[in-house]
């Protein structure tokens, strides 16, 4: 069995969950209270992923991560070499894959908190930081769980964005699902089944998981 | 002047009413002023503009020096600047945390010997021995609410804002902790602002009663006199009992009280037999008039007195009488008209001891 394509995919899998945290939690904690009229954009930016065909949104990222684009360019000129067809795009592009899968969850969350308890808080002199961290987030804890339990397994099956984005290097952007992909077009089924069934046998213990934690799935959007 | 604090603000609501407040409460000692009126009548609103948690569209908040709201010059403190103790109708505690987490909330800053002594303090205070390490969902209506008072003044708050403060509890444990908020309000060196609708609590808690109705203010001033003498029929309708006297226990006798009043003495039905100082409410259609002298009857008190006016309401008369103290009675037009009253008439008014209702004050 060749391993290296699993651990690269735990890698990416587990810092994509990691960055979602840290990106997610303010976009959620926005898209919770704000009052912003235009909001539902902002909420539909976030659900793209969801929707959009992975193909379209990893052409998208390998052009926004190429030499030739801002971003690229200010990359290379910072680390030293391109971004794209690195394991740091392919980084980027899961990240962005991935967003709604934590956005939504915690979102979810955050806004089945009462607000009373949030303006008790605040009232009581607390900062809206610290109130964030002593109340909404521990009242929040399974819908925080589920969501970096659902970005973590979504990357881990990420395919057509692999792809577009990083390409297939081997131990750089060969990740669990570009493996199965390459063996089965190298007819070599009974290598792409023993991968297979590890991801499937995970995936299924991801979900159980989630369940187990909140009853019901997550909605789309958090019921205000 | 320094110690006072003062609030004159309007808030909208799109496509609702207008909410507009006008209060003054002196700061650094005990005094509860209650804001009074029907549900829907804007009273929360008020209180929630206090403790900045809605932004009123025009007005000013000034407490003792500082400045909380000005929309002149657009200052808006946040809450959390503000000091103020707020306690919300259902009590907001903290799910996740025990009772001494939840009391301890606000004050994490203190070192641990400090905040355990302030946490001693507050069970004592609240009478929550034993309970520090339950849930909210493992208390009592009557505990959570001492909880949630526990948690508002181990901070030490500069203002207490009161939402509802009972209406959670059912009625016995309602009627058992109004005499200990009393008690504990007193002992504040602060003053509070209560929003009720129920008139027994208003006269309980209240130095000072503001009746609000619709979005408005439209009386303030001690409880006995707006009770007795409403500005307009507006706040007669909202305060529904219309005579409130103070007195003061001048003799008791077989479960009933005497008292004093103008001169005049008053029996009352007595379930408590404590206290010495209350106020007395007569309802009006507890009031019978009579022409001429004192009849004999089971009544206990009859008041000679004279009437001072006469208003029609409807299908019955309001009269206000003046036996030393002013007095309304609710008689059909068709009795006013037989006894011919007028103001100037003698009449002896009958209460009954069991239709006067007594408040501790």
């Known amino acids: 069995m060749n391993w290296a394509p699993i651990v690269l995919t735990l890698k990416l899998a587990g810092l994509t969950a990691l960055i979602l945290v840290a990106v997610g939690m303010p976009i959620a904690y926005w898209l919770t209270y704000s009052r912003w009229r235009w909001k539902f954009l902002a909420e539909s930016v976030v659900a793209l992923p969801l929707v959009l065909p992975p193909t379209v949104l990893g052409f998208y990222v390998l052009v926004a991560v190429g030499p030739k684009s801002p971003l690229g360019q200010g990359y290379q000129a910072l680390v030293g070499h391109p971004l794209a067809f690195t394991f740091e795009g392919l980084l980027f592009a899961s990240v962005l894959y991935s967003l709604p899968f934590a956005v939504q969850p915690f979102a979810s969350a955050f806004g089945s908190v009462d607000p009373k308890l949030v303006e008790a808080s605040w009232t009581l002199g607390i900062s809206r930081l610290a109130t964030f961290l002593r109340v909404t987030l521990p009242l929040s804890a399974a819908g925080v769980v589920t969501g970096v339990v659902l970005s973590f397994a979504h990357t881990m099956g990420e395919f057509g964005v692999v792809l577009m984005v990083g390409g297939n290097i081997p131990g750089v952007t060969r990740t669990v699902s570009i493996d199965i992909y390459d063996e089965v077009q190298a007819l070599n089924y009974a290598g792409a089944a023993e991968t297979a069934l590890v991801l499937l046998i995970f995936s299924f213990v991801v979900l159980s998981v989630v369940y187990a934690l909140n009853r019901n799935m997550w909605v789309v959007w958090p019921m205000r | ?361």
Not at chain 2, 147 to 167: F, G, I, K, M, Q
């Open chain 2, 1 to 361: 002047m320094a110690d006072e604090m003062t609030a004159d603000f309007e808030k909208r609501y799109n496509g609702g009413p207008t909410i507009r407040a006008a209060l003054g409460l002196p700061v650094g000692r005990s005094h509860v002023t209650v804001l009074f009126g029907p549900s829907g009548a804007g009273k929360t609103t008020v209180l929630r503009c206090l403790a900045g948690l809605e932004r009123p569209e025009r007005g000013r908040v000034r407490f003792a020096s500082e400045t909380w709201v000005d929309t002149d010059v657009g200052v808006m403190a946040p809450p959390q600047a503000r000091g103020v103790g707020y306690l919300f109708q259902d009590y907001a505690l903290f799910p996740h945390l025990t009772v001494a987490g939840n009391i301890t909330y606000a004050i994490h800053d203190l070192d641990s010997r400090e905040r355990r002594v302030r946490l001693d303090e507050m069970i004592r205070l609240l009478r929550l021995e034993g309970l520090e390490d339950r849930r909210p969902a493992q208390l009592s209506g009557g505990q959570q609410q001492r909880v949630a008072l526990a948690r508002v003044l181990a901070r030490r708050p500069r203002l207490l804002l009161l939402d509802e403060p009972l209406s959670a509890l059912d009625a016995p444990t309602r009627e058992q902790l109004r005499g200990e908020l009393r008690a504990l309000l007193r002992g504040q060196r602060m003053p509070t602002l209560c929003v009720t609708h129920d008139w027994v609590e208003a006269l309980t808690l209240a130095d000072q009663v503001a009746v609000m109705a619709g979005g408005r203010i439209l009386q303030t001033g001690s409880p006995d006199s707006v009770f007795s003498r409403p500005a307009n029929a507006e706040v007669a309708a909202i305060v529904g009992v219309e005579t409130v006297i103070a007195g003061k226990v001048v003799g008791r006798q077989d479960g009933l009280a005497a008292f004093d009043v103008a001169g005049k003495q008053l029996w009352a039905v007595e379930a408590s037999g404590k206290g010495e100082a209350f106020y007395l409410c007569i309802r009006a259609e507890d009031v019978i008039l009579e022409i001429g002298a004192q009849p004999s009857s089971s009544a206990r008190n009859h008041l000679a007195g004279r009437v001072t006016d006469v208003r029609p309401a409807g299908p019955v008369s309001r009269v206000a009488v003046d036996c030393g103290f002013a007095l309304t009675a609710l008689v059909t037009r068709q009795a006013a008209q037989d006894l011919a009253l007028r103001p100037g008439t003698p009449v002896t008014a009958t209460v009954k001891a069991s239709a006067i209702h007594l408040i501790p004050r």
